[in-house]
């Protein structure tokens, strides 16, 4: 991460023993920034399109990685994730699945959407540990796209003309 720069990562939650968990986990991990909660994927959407509750940017800072549940009322994760890369704005928003779901049409679902990674909830705290390491290499892995990205410059037309 930047010197100075500070993560904010979103979390899409319905219990809340893995929400407490895993805010453990994360300070723990002693990762430089913060990291917020939602309840199911309505939410999740309006805190990410800003609307209604989340509206206000200052108090609601648009996420560097969003960690999300599949199994959540409401809208579930899986919902969410179709409109999230439906949505041009939010499409290439860094994605963790955190899921008690190991089915293969959940896995293939979310690798057909390009979720940055997939990862099955751990059965223990040390592995909750782990699902923070992922999160931050996700995190770093697309600061290392966008930096590719931002140093790619449009070739400049030398006014050469193709002939009619």
Partial sequence: MPAG???TILLAEDDADDRFLIQT????????GQLRFVNDGNQL???LLQRGDYADESGFPRPHVVILDLNMPRKDGREALLKIKQDP????LPLVVLTTSSLKQDKDYCSE????????K???YTGLLGVMNRVMRVYQNSLSIQS?????RPVEDEGSTIPA
């Fill in 89 to 92: 704005a939010l499409r290439n």
């Fill in 45 to 47: 959407m309006d805190y």
């Fill in 5 to 7: 720069q500070l993560i």
């Fill in 122 to 124: 751990p059965n223990s």
């Fill in 148 to 152: 590719k990205i931002d140093h790619v």
């Fill in 113 to 120: 959407l390009e979720v940055s990674d997939y990862i099955v």
């Fill in 25 to 32: 986990a994360f300070m723990e991990s002693r990762i430089q």
